[in-house]
């Protein structure tokens, strides 16, 4: 979903933002276009949750073609399955691209880290923020709430998936601050969902 058309060149000023979205098909080893979103954007993070596709932040430039001022999005899509439609959720706390989406089954979905910042190779300044998108039994969204700080800020966390292992999320690698250039890290960092799960129960707030 979504991305760019580099044209002659990937990093310059004359960039395609797209809100196309194609499906692939294991058993027919085959691509399929589905609906376009409504916003065209790159460096989003998704996640599916419950028979939908939830596609969140993101950069684009307004309708422009620069890719190096590619501004930060706080807006989420919601792709249903069952209607095959598109429709609009609650926009996340934190603009932010570059950054990792995980699942926590039976609860929702955690955002954690990217940046704020325009621009992909020009190394933002990364996020620590985390917040968390609960979702209840009958999908009805109960908006997002910050969770806690990754201990080492970090953009372009594995564009923009979190692996879930054990009830736990793993935010892995990913670029710290460094003026002019790429930070690789070797950080990993885990967010508890089931801890998330009780906090949520007794209305308190989580930490990362």
């Known amino acids: 979903m ?13 960039v395609e933002y797209l809100a196309v979205v194609e499906q692939y098909t294991v058993s027919t080893d085959s ?16 996640g599916f949750f419950d028979g939908r596709l939830y596609v969140a932040g993101g950069c684009n430039n307004r309708g422009g073609t620069s890719s190096t001022a590619c501004d930060a999005l706080d807006s989420v899509e919601v792709f249903d399955v069952a209607s095959n439609a598109w429709s609009t959720g609650p926009a996340m ?8 989406i995980g699942i926590c089954p ?9 940046s704020a910042q325009p621009g992909i190779m020009n190394n933002p300044t990364p996020a620590a923020s985390s917040e968390l998108y609960v979702v209840s039994g009958s999908q009805q969204a109960v908006g997002w709430k910050f ?10 966390l594995m564009k923009g998936f979190g692996l879930n292992v054990g009830g736990d999320i793993y935010a892995v690698g990913g670029s710290t601050f460094k003026p002019g250039s790429l930070n690789p890290s070797t950080t990993v960092e885990k967010f508890s969902c089931q801890q998330a799960a009780l906090s949520n129960q007794a209305g308190r707030s989580v930490e990362a």
């Open 147 to 156: 969770v806690g700080n990754l201990s080492v800020p970090r953009y372009g």
């Open 2 to 14: 979504g991305g760019i058309n580099c044209k002659s060149n990937c990093y310059g000023e004359d």
């Open 106 to 114: 039976g609860l929702g979905l955690l955002a954690f880290g990217g």
């Open 31 to 46: 691509w399929q276009a589905l609906p376009s979103m409504r916003t065209a954007r790159r460096d989003a993070a998704a």
């Open 93 to 100: 706390l934190t603009a932010r691209h570059g950054h990792g």
